[in-house]
């Protein structure tokens, strides 16, 4: 099992650091939290990606975005 930091596991997903702890907080993706940090376990966000709403996640980082709580990190289509 191959764990992963906050930041190697918001860079495999393609999102921010701030909205992968926020999912992680909520319990909407797969984290456990050691100490004061989280962790990932590749295997279970793939899984969790493979599984997820992508168009409810994809609404959802628009909302933050138009909002101002986060960066648009990819372009619109």
Same mark, same amino acid.
């Given at each position: 099992?191959?764990? &992963? ?10 999102? @921010?650091?701030?909205? &992968?702890? /926020? ?16 962790? !990932? @376990?590749?295997?279970? &966000?793939?899984?969790? !990606? ?12 628009? /909302?933050?975005?138009? @909002?101002?709580?986060?960066?648009? &990190?990819?372009?619109?289509?």
């Amino acid at each position: 099992m191959e764990i &992963l930091t906050a930041k190697e596991a918001a860079k495999m997903l393609k999102i @921010s650091e701030y909205t &992968l702890r /926020k999912y992680a907080k909520k319990g909407r993706i797969p984290a456990h939290k050691i100490g004061n940090q989280w962790r !990932f @376990s590749k295997e279970e &966000l793939l899984d969790w !990606f493979h599984a997820a709403d992508l168009d409810l996640l994809a609404e959802e980082a628009e /909302k933050e975005y138009r @909002s101002g709580q986060t960066v648009r &990190l990819w372009p619109r289509e």
